[in-house]
């Protein structure tokens, strides 16, 4: 049997918060208890959002947190090169094309009158992808994928099976000569044997078109688990408006990572109450099939009491 393998998988483009470091522990305990090996790549292709020192910080959060991993480390920006690669296998295909719209410019093709989704393609699709594909772009363009127009279903090993239409075409190669999201995270889980894909649930979406692709390349999709998030009181992503919620904020500040892990064991049911916890500590005691299946909410109180 092949052995069962996950990946922790930050972005260097900012710090690390308390929404994070639940998801990573969350994935690390789980894989733990089952066997599973565990990688940490950093996804460090967004140049633009890349905050300099961040990969090392990341780093020193994780082994601060108690969380560990098999291997070494990998670094998504190394893996461009067989990305491409992947790029033509697609274009051989005919599953992706060139396309020099901007995304405002779609979106105003899509609120025009049409008949769609139908059967029909989307207007700004090429009728013959091949034949389109033969003429030259002009200077640097996106490529885009050739996206299912029926609804295409995500079988999730924590919240079941869900559907989406996915019609609207994605970039997987953009005009800056970069892979997108999508494609790099396809591309680097199946070639380094990631069987296992835990992360937040504003994620499932993405599982729809990235079993899209991994049907075109003929390659074994993972399996999935979209777990909650970590949302501010009025129920946004966690930002500077709900205060400095930074893991670097409070090492800085003096707060024992016993106390961070105890917070996020009340987030996961792994206790009921707010008490100081290792992390060998969660590994033992947490339970996947307690998880909430709804977002959860960083209060103000939580907040106060990793300061008491």
Same mark, same amino acid.
């Given at each position: 049997?092949?052995?069962?393998?996950?990946?922790?998988?930050?972005?260097?483009?900012?710090?690390?918060?308390?929404?994070?470091?639940?998801?990573?522990?969350?994935?690390?305990?789980?894989?733990?208890?089952?066997?599973?090996?565990?990688?940490?790549?950093?996804?460090?292709?967004?140049?633009?959002?890349?905050?300099?020192?961040?990969?090392?910080?990341?780093?020193?959060?994780?082994?601060?947190?108690?969380?560990?991993?098999?291997?070494?480390?990998?670094?998504?920006?190394?893996?461009?090169?067989?990305?491409?690669?992947?790029?033509?296998?697609?274009?051989?295909?005919?599953?992706?094309?060139?396309?020099?719209?901007?995304?405002?410019?779609?979106?105003?093709?899509?609120?025009?009158?049409?008949?769609?989704?139908?059967?029909?393609?989307?207007?700004?699709?090429?009728?013959?992808?091949?034949?389109?594909?033969?003429?030259?772009?002009?200077?640097?363009?996106?490529?885009?994928?050739?996206?299912?127009?029926?609804?295409?279903?995500?079988?999730?090993?924590?919240?079941?099976?869900?559907?989406?239409?996915?019609?609207?075409?994605?970039?997987?190669?953009?005009?800056?000569?970069?892979?997108?999201?999508?494609?790099?995270?396809?591309?680097?889980?199946?070639?380094?044997?990631?069987?296992?894909?835990?992360? #937040?649930?504003? %994620?499932?979406?993405?599982?729809?078109?990235? *079993?899209?692709? +991994?049907?075109?390349? =003929?390659? /074994?999709?993972?399996?999935?688990?979209?777990?909650?998030?970590?949302?501010?009181?009025? #129920?946004?992503? %966690?930002?500077?408006?709900?205060?400095?919620? *930074?893991?670097? +904020?409070?090492?800085? =500040?003096? /707060?024992?990572?016993?106390?961070?892990?105890?917070?996020?064991?009340?987030?996961?049911?792994?206790?009921?109450?707010?008490?100081?916890?290792?992390?060998?500590?969660?590994?033992?005691?947490?339970?996947?099939?307690?998880?909430?299946?709804?977002?959860?909410?960083?209060?103000?109180?939580?907040?106060?009491?990793?300061?008491?």
């Amino acid at each position: 049997m092949k052995q069962q393998k996950t990946r922790l998988a930050p972005s260097p483009t900012g710090a690390l918060h308390v929404g994070n470091l639940y998801a990573f522990l969350v994935n690390w305990a789980i894989a733990r208890q089952r066997n599973w090996s565990v990688s940490l790549r950093i996804e460090d292709i967004d140049g633009p959002r890349k905050k300099k020192g961040a990969s090392e910080e990341l780093i020193k959060v994780l082994t601060w947190a108690g969380i560990d991993w098999d291997g070494d480390i990998t670094y998504q920006s190394a893996t461009c090169t067989e990305m491409n690669t992947t790029l033509t296998k697609l274009k051989k295909l005919d599953a992706i094309y060139h396309c020099n719209l901007t995304r405002k410019e779609i979106e105003d093709s899509l609120s025009a009158p049409h008949v769609y989704p139908s059967e029909t393609s989307p207007i700004y699709r090429p009728d013959n992808v091949r034949l389109h594909n033969a003429t030259t772009p002009m200077g640097q363009t996106n490529w885009r994928f050739v996206a299912s127009t029926h609804p295409v279903s995500v079988h999730d090993e924590f919240l079941g099976t869900v559907s989406f239409t996915t019609a609207n075409d994605f970039v997987l190669w953009s005009k800056n000569d970069m892979p997108s999201y999508q494609l790099a995270v396809v591309h680097d889980d199946h070639h380094q044997g990631i069987t296992e894909v835990v992360r #937040g649930n504003d %994620l499932l979406q993405s599982a729809a078109w990235q *079993r899209q692709l +991994y049907s075109a390349l =003929n390659w /074994v999709e993972p399996r999935w688990y979209h777990i909650p998030l970590i949302l501010g009181i009025d #129920g946004k992503r %966690l930002a500077k408006r709900h205060g400095d919620s *930074r893991i670097a +904020y409070y090492v800085d =500040n003096g /707060v024992p990572i016993e106390r961070i892990i105890g917070l996020i064991a009340t987030w996961t049911n792994t206790r009921s109450t707010l008490s100081a916890m290792t992390t060998r500590e969660f590994l033992k005691e947490f339970d996947f099939t307690t998880l909430p299946k709804h977002d959860i909410l960083f209060t103000a109180e939580a907040n106060k009491w990793l300061h008491e």
